[in-house]
């Protein structure tokens, strides 16, 4: 115990020039952005549901089926669940002084689905959601904290697969959370 009565940190930072905000900040702007996303999402997706039909006749029924039976319920539980792993993510990163794989992996995945709003804002030639945080807070934060993280000399180099896999594992996670919270909600298959 320290002089203070307060326990010294059991698992101190192994890197001191890496701030609480490279790490824990992919937590607290997963939330803000996510927000974005729970405010917006399912009453924008049943709103334009019709048009996006239309303009996108190649996509497969049952993907409209699915993401039409989503509700705002279903949906807020299945934006916890995400939430989980990022926090997990982010802890990862805290405890390894940003050296984890686990970390950088989550936040490679967080940025480049910012990329990924903005593509599908620029498919529909307006407003989709997620699509105004991530601008202004997913694809800054993600730079900036792999900035830190080449700075502090922990940055795992970024190859092609990883760009992939990055993505693969974000697109998982959202499956796998919308699965989950079917379960939770009681919400029925399409």
Not at 147 to 155: C, K, Q, S
Request: hydrophobic share 45%; glycine share 10%; charged share 20%.
């Amino acid at each position: 115990m320290s002089s203070r009565g307060v326990e010294p940190d059991e698992n101190p930072n192994p890197n001191p020039n890496l701030n609480r905000a490279v790490t824990y900040g992919l937590l607290a702007a997963w939330a803000l952005h996510d927000a974005e996303e729970v405010l917006a999402g399912p009453r924008w997706l049943r709103e334009h549901l019709p048009e996006l039909r239309e303009r996108f006749p190649a996509v497969p029924e049952a993907v409209w089926k699915a993401a039409d039976s989503v509700d705002e319920r279903e949906f807020a539980v299945a934006v916890a669940g995400v939430g989980a792993f990022v926090a997990v993510a982010a802890v990862a990163g805290r405890r390894s002084g940003g050296r984890s794989a686990f970390y950088q992996a989550a936040l490679n995945g967080f940025g480049l689905h910012g990329l990924v709003h903005l593509a599908q804002a620029a498919a529909v030639r307006g407003y989709t959601p997620g699509s105004a945080t991530s601008p202004l807070i997913v694809v800054p934060f993600a730079l900036w904290a792999r900035g830190r993280l080449r700075r502090a000399g922990v940055l795992r180099p970024t190859r092609a697969r990883d760009v992939v896999t990055g993505l693969a594992v974000a697109a998982g996670v959202t499956v796998a959370a919308h699965g989950l919270a079917r379960k939770v909600t009681g919400h029925p298959r399409f």
